[in-house]
């Protein structure tokens, strides 16, 4: 396997799928290096550095540069989608997701269903998204949630590289719309990804650590921050099963609830606000469908009902961390 940054895993899968499938393109802001400009010295790859070379290999009518319009954006990829190819469409902060609305609810979403079945829609939207760079409430919020939400889009979380490798590949070719959220304090961790065809089928949990005291559910940048408890707990003799939801739509129900048959604990990690979150959902579900089993009731561990502060010491109160978790776990365990 080969050692890289989830980046690069993005930027690899990304060459990989265009070089396979003729019908996959790209299209965003400042992919090339802005709209007009013609690649060369300011062909950085967009800021977060996952389309750099992609220009120059494949050309302007694969690697589009789009006016500065999410709108704009989302409704070609939609338009493109239908007309039989497979766009990637990037949305450089997924904050901005709300202007284009109605183009991915209203019309991606609802595509298929709308025509019965004889139309489908191969759009996969990446969304860079996540707290904790310091870049205020207008850059950093974790909007999963709310696109969970909406029936006819999958919802994907990659927590590493190999999982970032495997899940885009999926989505660019899956048939139905995919919204592919990119942490960004994940984008520079490095790992193993595995080389060749590699995919993730979505609707598949993934086991991070195995332990029989508390179950740990939680996805995206989440998945460190509950490994990073674990270890600790781990160090008193209390062991947890952290499960990395990896698509929040579909849901790996089975996972979970296995999980909380085995413990009868469980606490849910989520970096979105708590009212209406996965979070909230997951923890519904499991009250409903494995009631019996819980020996106490689930705790959640999010961001506060609040926008996302722009002050340093601030922003690091508001997300979840490792002292919050093991607070959380020591609440569930004190229920005898």
Partial sequence: MAQMMMREAILETIRDEMRRDPKVMMLGEDLVGGMGTAGGP??????????TGLWEEFGSDRVIDTPISESAIIGSAA????AGKRPIAELMFADFVGVCMDQIWNQI?????????????????????????NAAPQHSQAVYSMLTSMPGLKVVLPSTPADA??????????DDP???????????????????????????????????????VTCGMMVSVCERAADQLAQEGISCDVLDMRTTSPLDEEAILDSVELTGR????????????????????IANKAFAALKA???????????????????????????KVIDAVRTVLAYR
């Fill in 42 to 51: 300011e062909a950085i790859g967009g800021i977060w550095s996952t389309s």
């Fill in 165 to 174: 490798k495997g899940l885009l590949t999926q989505a660019i070719r899956d």
């Fill in 109 to 133: 979403a609802k595509f298929r269903y709308m025509f019965g079945g004889k139309s489908k829609c191969p759009v996969t939207i990446r969304l860079v998204y996540g707290a904790g760079f």
């Fill in 178 to 216: 995919v919204l592919f959220f990119e942490h960004k304090a994940l984008y520079g961790i490095k790992g193993e990804v595995p080389e060749g065809d590699y995919t993730i089928p979505f609707g598949h949990a993934r086991q991070v650590r195995s332990g029989e005291h508390v179950t740990l």
């Fill in 297 to 323: 009731p689930p705790q959640l561990v999010t961001a506060p009902h609040s926008p996302v502060p722009f002050a340093r010491e601030l922003e690091s109160a508001y997300l979840p961390s490792p002292p």
């Fill in 79 to 82: 338009g493109a989608a239908l």
């Fill in 266 to 285: 469980v606490v849910l990690v989520d970096e979105s606000p708590p009212r209406c979150s996965v979070a909230s959902d997951v923890a519904a579900m």
